[in-house]
């Protein structure tokens, strides 16, 4: 009983810690405007979730985030952007493949869709290796574009168990104000996490400093 009691309790701590998370993502998206609040909120969250789970000091919920938040504003800032312009770009060159009628531009479009939704995919990886190593700008670029093509295995369990998360969300809709964002950041970085253990090198750059880090394409 008192094994049972622990565990109880150390998944309501898990639970509160992600209900914590969840609003603090959400206030500090609006003090940024949205525009410019979301991916510094969303770095935040994947730099405390990371040092939560690499059981890294003790985990100071709100000060950690703050920090996180400010430091690497304008650096979160641009590496979101970035990736998000790149999508952009491929969804408007799938357009235009797709609206001329010829087979070839049929077949090209398909691609450019595909490039378009790996490109998403690196969204929900870039902040991961962002808060984990220390590179410079193009080779987080880099990282996170060339991530889902080269851990296809990972990039499947990740959207099997976020497509199980948002299935129990549409039958629980009132589920999202708690843990709507957080929780599935913490699966993103549960699953991911240990791929990031493999590549050493010294890297150099004007983003970060120049370290010992991981690099993993």
Not at 133 to 159: D, R, W
Request: net charge positive; hydrophobic share 55%.
């Amino acid at each position: 009983m008192q094994d049972i009691g622990n565990k109880m309790n150390h998944v309501g701590e898990w639970v509160y810690r992600l209900l914590i998370l969840n609003f603090l993502w959400v206030g500090f998206t609006l003090l940024g405007l949205g525009i410019l609040g979301i991916f510094p909120a969303t770095h935040a969250l994947f730099a405390v979730l990371r040092k939560w789970l690499m059981n890294k000091k003790p985990v100071k919920m709100t000060k950690d985030f703050m920090y996180y938040y400010r430091n690497d504003f304008w650096k979160s800032n641009a590496l979101g952007y970035v990736i998000v312009l790149i999508a952009a770009i491929l969804w408007i060159d799938f357009r235009y493949f797709m609206s001329i009628t010829s087979f070839g531009m049929f077949v090209l479009g398909h691609f450019m869709l595909l490039f378009f939704v790996f490109s998403l995919l690196s969204l929900f990886i870039v902040f991961p290796i962002f808060t984990h190593s220390e590179l410079s700008f193009m080779q987080y670029v880099k990282n996170a574009l060339i991530y889902p093509f080269t851990h296809l295995g990972t990039m499947i369990l990740l959207a099997v168990s976020l497509g199980l998360y948002y299935f129990i969300v549409y039958q629980v809709p009132g589920f999202i104000p708690f843990l709507g964002i957080s929780f599935p950041c913490f699966v993103i970085m549960k699953i991911i996490l240990p791929t990031f253990q493999k590549k050493e090198q010294k890297v150099k750059g004007w983003f970060k400093g120049q370290k010992d880090t991981r690099i993993y394409y």
